[in-house]
């Protein structure tokens, strides 16, 4: 059974979060996968939300507890490989917009959406 078949039996979504990042203490940028694994069928703004303040907030405060403090990353940057069925929404441009307005430390925040099975091999 594939990996898609199993979840959606579950009833369930798994959310995939690439992190590239730099990695202060050794000096060099690095990436680190994270996901999420929710019940929410529809991959809502909240969702989506949720998932990536976790993995901000992650970052944030590895960069915090550094010799001596980092500042919080000020950029982000987002992408998906299926924009059919991830993160589809009418509205996600304006969840973008309001993130980077509340209170998250974000100056910017970049959405990528490539065509379902574009961009494989890249």
């Not at 590895?62 to 059919?84: E, I, M, R, T, V």
């Not at 069925?85 to 309001?98: L, P, V």
Request: aromatic content about 12%; charged content about 20%; proline content about 3%.
């Amino acid at each position: 059974m594939s990996q898609m078949k199993w979840f959606k039996k579950l009833s369930t979504v798994i959310l995939i979060i690439l992190a590239h990042y730099f990695d202060h203490v050794l000096g060099r940028r690095a990436c680190c996968t994270h996901f999420c694994i929710t019940d929410d069928l529809e991959k809502t703004n909240e969702m989506i939300t949720h998932c990536i303040d976790f993995v901000r907030e992650f970052y944030d405060q590895k960069n915090a507890a550094c010799n001596p403090p980092q500042p919080p990353y000020a950029h982000l940057f987002c992408g998906s490989d299926n924009a059919a069925n991830q993160a589809k929404n009418n509205y996600h441009f304006s969840w973008m917009i309001d993130y980077v307005e509340e209170d998250h430390g974000l100056l910017t925040i970049q959405q990528n959406f490539t065509a379902e099975q574009h961009g494989k091999g890249i």
